[in-house]
């Protein structure tokens, strides 16, 4: 079935340490987006991309980093740099503004991170 | 920037009865799309209903629709005969038009608890 898949559901992380998050679709959408969502506080965009090989920062960017190297594939990592990464992370994609289902995000079942 | 504004953080309703969920927001464009997404306890994120701005007609989803106000800047989702399975957060969402696949900005989300 066709879809986004994140992995892995629950992540915990020491201090100090860097942790990949892992968000893979076969959708053959175009577009791929992180969100963190905390409690009350909706969600909020950590960074996007467009086209593989590109990406652009979100509102909370600061202690990410991503990468795009294929269409299917756009992994987050949590760095140390990032002092508060307990949050419940988002994976979505897009097909763009084109053909059916157009400007319509798809969503992951998320990745709960949580710090020892 | 667009901002979108939920001010109603929890709502009840009771089962086969009627609840409106609010939502307005911010922007200075002249086309753009709006979304309601459901989160329910699986923390799945799922389209509820979508606008497209230059549409006058409300949408509509079977029991789900829409009140949509371009002037006042306000989207309002309305829920007939609630039913249990539609206890969730519900997340109203904004997407400019502007060339290229643009991330969505949320509120903060609306909990509805659906009373039996």
Redesign the interface.
Known sequence: DGGITQSPKYLFRKEGQNVTLSCEQNLNH??M?W?RQDP??????IY?S?IVNDFQK?DIAEGYSVSREKKESFPLTVTSAQKNPTA?Y?C?S?I??RGIGK?????G??TRLSVL | AQTVTQSQPEMSVQEAETVTLSCTYDTSESDYYLFWYKQPPSRQMILVIRQEAYKQQNATENRFSVNFQKAAKSFSLKISDSQLGDAAMYFCAYRSVRPGNTPLVFGKGTRLSVIA
């Open positions: 175009d577009a987006y969100y009350g506080q909706g969600l909020r965009l996007y467009q979100g419940f988002l979505a897009s763009g503004n400007n319509i995000q798809y969503f079942a998320g």
